[in-house]
Each structure stands twice: as structure tokens, then as C-alpha cells.
């Protein structure tokens, strides 16, 4: 059975953020299973494969050149870490001075 022309029944049409955003959470979690984040997010695991893929610039299913950050060197790369590593220092700093914030305002409510 088809839904519209050439889409299969069961076959979803998703818009271009979704999975710039399906992609982007895939790769925040580090060690996530890229199974458990299609599974969240409602999709087929192969789905959310060929998104991936898709935005390293390889196409679906076929072998392909490496992304441009990887044939660059690693300047690039470089550049990125350093400065995500900056940002998680500021943020764990920001995280610290919240925590004992709460710990002096926990004290302070004390009756």
C-alpha cells in the first residue's frame, strides 16, 4: 500500500532539523548506542545511520572520502577541542559555584 507517490505506508518524512537535531544528540552522548537514541527518538535505527552519515558528507550505504575535518589535518578538529574543552571547564565551574550556592541557601532556610 502507498501513501503518496513512490512513499511507502510506514515511511515517515522528517524535516531537516529533526535530524540535524536526531544527529546532533547522537554524537553529544559520547558512549550512547546510536540503537538506543533512534529508540528514543522514535526512529529506525538504520534511519538515523544514513542521517549520520549523510552530514559526514558520505552517502547511505556506499564508502566515501573521509569528512573534510579529517583530510584537513586536524587543525581544524584541534581548534574545536580546545575550545569545547574551555566551555566544559566554564561550566563546571558555573556548576560548582550553583552547587554551593544551594548548599548556603539549604543552611540558611534551616529553622
Known amino acids: 500500500m502507498v501513501r503518496e507517490i513512490g512513499v511507502p505506508v510506514g515511511m515517515k518524512h522528517h524535516p531537516a532539523e529533526f535530524k540535524a537535531d536526531a ?18 527518538l522514535g526512529v529506525n535505527t538504520e534511519t538515523l545511520r ?12 556506499g564508502h566515501s572520502a573521509p569528512p573534510a575535518a579529517a583530510r584537513t589535518g586536524g587543525d581544524d578538529v584541534q581548534a574545536e577541542l580546545t575550545a569545547a574543552q574551555k566551555r566544559i571547564r566554564e ?7 550553583l552547587r554551593k550556592a544551594a548548599r548556603y541557601f539549604a543552611t540558611e532556610t534551616r529553622w
Open 23 to 40: 544527529v546532533a544528540l547522537c554524537r553529544s552522548k559520547p558512549g550512547a548506542m546510536v540503537k538506543s537514541v533512534a529508540a528514543d
Open 50 to 61: 544514513n542521517w549520520i552519515k549523510a552530514a559526514d558528507g558520505r552517502h547511505p550505504g
Open 91 to 97: 561550566l563546571e565551574e558555573e556548576r560548582d559555584i
